[in-house]
């Protein structure tokens, strides 16, 4: 086959049944301006425990309690965009001149993203042995950033299972083969993944040398408002075309 053959025609992927997860890096000075942040949440002596609403067995779990300085610093409402972008991506789309029609469960998405707003936000310095159970969160999107990584230990059985993040599809049936039901990743300092609020995930537990690792992480919540059904019209039209005119270049 030659070189001209092998290449791919201009094709288009359509995966409306699963939701994306995206994968972003955080730069240099994102990375320095959270963890001033949530350090200077643990020097508070009034700062709030959050152990009461989350599901990990991890003893220091603090709130985040200033919504828009985080929603500045991670730059939100871009990368709510570039993920309803993606997502568009997946789906099939109708474009005739400067009207795009989109599917029913994609129009209350772009809704429900438009008007979306920080929830709730919340760092963990997870310890040695400590982990998260499979959960899910409340909102539309939910986030999570790596701040802090200690050197572990070896994994005694599985190579970098300690200390991964695993997340679960939702779907009740995979084959193993085109399909899997679970991502295991090894997050790195600086690692951001932007996922629907529904995306069930766990987190391994480490171990460390000393005993005395410390792993940071940053979660949050992204909630939304109600659009009226003229707003939603004007979204649907001005976010599509942007979307498509983006994904397809």
Do not use: C
Request: glycine letters at 4%; hydrophobic letters at 35%.
């Amino acid at each position: 086959m030659s070189e001209e053959e092998s290449k791919l025609p201009n094709i288009r992927v359509y995966q409306p049944w699963s939701a994306p997860l995206l994968h972003f890096r955080l730069s240099e000075e994102q990375i320095e301006d959270l963890l001033e942040i949530t350090d200077l949440i643990l020097e508070d002596e009034n700062k709030k425990s959050y152990n009461d609403k989350l599901a990990g067995e991890i003893e220091s779990e603090w709130e985040v309690p200033d919504y828009e300085d985080l929603s500045e610093v991670l730059n939100l409402t871009t990368i709510a965009t570039q993920y309803f972008q993606v997502l568009a991506s997946q789906n099939h789309l109708e474009v005739e001149g400067d009207n795009t029609t989109m599917s029913q469960h994609l129009a209350v998405f772009a809704q429900n993203l438009e008007k979306s707003v920080l929830t709730s936000a919340w760092f963990n310095d997870q310890k040695d042995d400590e982990y998260n159970p499979a959960h899910d969160h409340t909102g539309v999107l939910s986030g999570v950033l790596y701040l802090k990584i200690p050197e572990y230990l070896p994994s005694r059985k599985h190579e970098n299972a300690d200390g991964s993040i695993v997340f679960i599809s939702n779907e009740l049936k995979t084959d193993g083969v085109m399909t899997n039901s679970t991502l295991l990743l090894s997050p790195e300092v600086g690692d951001l993944f932007l996922f629907s609020s529904s995306l069930k995930h766990q987190v391994y537990p480490f171990r460390t040398a000393d005993g005395k690792g410390i792993r940071r992480s940053l979660s949050f919540n992204m909630g939304h408002q109600t659009l009226s059904h003229d707003e939603l019209q004007k979204l649907m039209q001005n976010k599509l075309q942007l979307g498509d005119k983006k994904i397809n270049g």
